[in-house]
């Protein structure tokens, strides 16, 4: 496989589920992102991973808890979710070195979570 | 704090005419790169073209090219010779030179008509 891949596609949870959301990328790249994309709304910056070191945690409350256990693998743990956490949660990676090149995001399909 | 701003939620365009989607941003920032990213329904987010603050001459890639006005801090894309396949939601995003931070606008929803 190459590029970004995010599973599963789509999640169903109720407010007291755990579940997990899965990245994986194959293109080499040494950070690796989560964003939130809700209806007319602008792409919201939740995690920034360099080098599997968190660099940004954007505010995000608590119920969503981040891990990068290597370069090529993220996930977001969900846990007690509200249902204004339904969106679309979107997972990217770059290279982080300088110039317009670097740092020009490829991003997967995204997992579309609904809680209710 | 850096602002994108895209003043057009919805566009249409026939087939193989041109059509131009509007995006403004607000930095103090003198050096900075630009991208316009394309989100087909199949909900990838796809890059489409990407311009560094410090070039005069507008970046063009095939049917897309940009209008930068760095002293109005306005990056239009233009797509020529418009196709169906280029019905997607439109994103207008802004970078600075250091940092990881990508910053996006609205969004423009664009409907390529047959």
């Known amino acids: 496989e190459t590029g970004v891949t995010q599973t599963p596609r789509h999640l169903v949870m109720g407010m007291t589920n755990k579940k997990s959301l899965k990245c994986e990328q194959h293109?080499?790249?040494?950070?690796m992102y989560w964003y939130k994309q809700s209806a007319k709304k602008p792409l919201e910056l939740m995690f920034v991973?360099?080098?599997?070191?968190?660099?940004e945690n954007n505010s995000v409350p608590s119920r969503f808890s981040p891990e990068c256990p290597n370069s090529s693998h993220l996930f977001l743990h969900l846990h007690t979710l509200q249902p204004e956490d339904s969106a679309l949660y979107l997972c990217?990676?770059?290279?982080?070195?300088?110039?317009?090149?670097?740092?020009?995001?490829?991003f997967g399909a995204g997992s579309r979570l609904t809680v209710l | 704090a850096q602002t994108v701003t895209q003043s057009q939620p919805e566009m249409s365009v026939q087939e193989a005419e041109t059509v131009t989607l509007s995006c403004t941003y607000d930095?103090?920032?003198?050096?900075?790169?630009l991208f316009w990213y394309k989100q087909p329904p199949s909900r990838q987010m796809i890059l489409v073209i990407r311009?560094?603050?410090?070039?005069?001459q507008n970046a063009t890639e095939n049917r897309f090219s940009v209008n930068f006005q760095k002293a109005a801090k306005s990056f239009s894309l233009k797509i020529s010779d418009s196709q169906l396949g280029d019905t997607a939601m439109y994103f207008c995003?802004?970078?600075?030179?250091?940092?990881?931070?990508?910053?996006f606008g609205e969004g423009t929803q664009l409907t390529v008509n047959p």
């Open positions: 930095t103090s920032e003198n050096n900075y790169y």
């Open positions: 991973y360099s080098l599997e070191e968190r660099v």
């Open positions: 293109l080499g790249h040494n950070a």
């Open positions: 995003a802004f970078r600075e030179t250091s940092g990881s931070r990508l910053t």
């Open positions: 311009q560094e603050a410090y070039k005069q």
């Open positions: 990217a990676s770059s290279h982080l070195t300088g110039g317009a090149g670097a740092n020009v995001l490829t």
